[in-house]
């Protein structure tokens, strides 16, 4: 699956001095904030979202009609306290660790818009500097620790386990459901954003990603 991808691959982050060992995944990254429910892109507009310092991220809430705001996490939560952001993205498992109920986060939408991936990695010289041995020993940990983190993140995706959706909701958190027409709705909305990185990615490796994360 995406171990596939990211192997096929791998000697593009080697190139910049970064040794990959193993692909693992977080979930989906999912929206709240602390001003209403959202439902379709319209709910999106004018709202400050938080988001990582990544141009595909500021491009698709742009899109959105919302005012993406780019900071390091430990600046997002005392900004979301104050109310000079409203809202962020972010795995259930970060909304719920962080406990961001506690700071505002009282709409949460599932809305899936984007894999999380995690990837486990070591700085090229760091990695040339161990023997052969150890080198094999943190690789298999590693890989390890990446399919025992896939399986972990699968069930919650997948309601084999609906604890932690349960936790947020008795925390006071409203969480929204889309349907697919409400979901076809955002596709739409982002649908030339999504069109412009592909064709930076590679038409190709996005397919291929999809089919691979549709498998999930």
Do not use: C
Request: charged content about 25%; cysteine-free; hydrophobic content about 45%.
């Amino acid at each position: 699956a995406l171990n596939g991808i990211y192997r096929k691959d791998g000697t593009q982050p080697a190139e910049r001095d970064v040794v990959p060992l193993a692909w693992g995944e977080n979930g989906f990254r999912e929206i709240s904030n602390s001003k209403h429910p959202i439902h379709t892109p319209k709910d999106l507009v004018g709202l400050k979202i938080r988001v990582v310092g990544s141009p595909l991220f500021l491009a698709t809430f742009n899109a959105l009609g919302a005012n993406p705001t780019q900071m390091s996490w430990a600046d997002a939560l005392p900004a979301m306290a104050t109310g000079a952001v409203d809202g962020q993205e972010n795995p259930l498992a970060v909304f719920n660790a962080a406990k961001l109920h506690t700071v505002g986060q009282k709409y949460l939408t599932l809305w899936g818009y984007v894999a999380d991936p995690l990837i486990f990695a070591v700085n090229k010289t760091v990695w040339n500097s161990w023997t052969p041995q150890d080198r094999q020993l943190v690789l298999e940990a590693a890989q390890q620790a990446a399919r025992e983190e896939i399986a972990r993140a699968r069930a919650v995706i997948t309601a084999e386990d609906d604890s932690l959706l349960k936790e947020i909701a008795a925390n006071g958190v409203e969480i929204v459901h889309l349907t697919p027409a409400e979901r076809d709705a955002f596709r739409q909305a982002t649908a030339g954003v999504y069109k412009e990185w592909a064709d930076k990615i590679g038409a190709d490796l996005v397919k291929q990603a999809e089919e691979d994360i549709g498998k999930r």
